[in-house]
Each structure stands twice: as structure tokens, then as C-alpha cells.
């Protein structure tokens, strides 16, 4: 294996995310796509935001997941689009994608002879060539756990993301990741 990077947020964000108050969470509808960030209160009145990103793992290859950025200012048009209740845990979510070499036959000879794939860390292989592993959910677990709220990143729509509620909505989309609470993710280092 050639590179692997890591793109989680530093302990400062994970930090910032305990201080968030339940209650309402709001996008900005002026901005283009419209969630394109997810903004939160915290305790203390000011704002965080759950924003999409892209990373560089190298040249064309590319992995999108989620920044968490403290808000100095929170914009003017921000409407409420859902609400978090009393949460006892947040739960992250990670997605590896990675590059490698195809075998012969599997893509037609004019092509680079070069596969990208995605999935959980178990899923890699041993001849990936670039590999990048980012966040890609963030998950507030209820207290009693019957109303959990998830922001993801989108799949089907570009630059954005989506918020989600229900057990089973959420197993669905979160099968191909790999779960970490905050002390696993400040910890986590690439294999390589």
C-alpha cells in the first residue's frame, strides 16, 4: 500500500460537539446547496456547524466528509429544519475509499486500469494503492434511544448533507462504516 490518509476532526471539534444543547438545528437556505452546513446551539449560546468538505487523498482522488467548525457568527437566514433531543452519546461514523490496481479484463484496456472503491476498514485490500478514511456521520443517540438523529454526508446530492431519524434508516445507511465514539476516533492512526 502506497498512502492511506485520516481526515477526522481534531479533539478542539470532538470537544465542541459536547457542549451542543438538544433542540432545534437549521440550515441556511441561502446558501448554495443549502445543506451544504448543519448548524447547532450549544450551551452557551453559540453556534457550531456540521459542515461537508472534500479531501485530497492524491492527484484526482478524492473522499468527501464532514468538518466540524466552531461558528463565530451565525448567519441571518437560518431556518429550523429538525430538532435533537436529550442525547447521552454521539457516535461517529467513518467511510474508507481507496484506489487499486484492476485485474486484468476488469475495466476495457483504453481505460487507467485503476478501480476506486469505498467501505469499512475490514474492506480493504492488500493491494490498494490510496486509501483516505473521513467522517461520515455524525449520530446523536437519545436517551432511550428511540429518537436518534443522524447528519450524514449525501450521497445523491452534491456538496451536501442530510439529516435522518429512525433505527432502522440509519442501520441501513451506516452498514459500510466503521463506528467510533470520540476516544476511538482522536485515536485512530492508518495502519500503514
Known sequence: ???WKRFFPDRSQIE????????????NPSANPEWVSVYFRTKSGGWVALTWNYFDIE???ETYGISIEPVQRAPATLVEVGSIGEFEQI????KTEW???AVLGEVPSYFEQIIE???RLDQVPADAISVGTSLYAVVFRS????SDV???IDDGERFSLKAMTGHQRITLILQHCDVFNSVELLSWEPPV
Open 117 to 119: 472503491a469505498a467501505g
Open 150 to 152: 443522524m447528519i450524514c
Open 99 to 101: 484506489t487499486r490496481p
Open 91 to 94: 457516535d461517529f461514523y467513518a
Open 59 to 61: 492527484f484526482k482522488f
Open 16 to 27: 465542541t460537539l459536547g457542549t451542543l444543547k438538544a433542540g432545534a438545528y437549521f440550515i
Open 1 to 3: 500500500m502506497k498512502k
Open 143 to 146: 436517551i432511550g434511544g428511540d
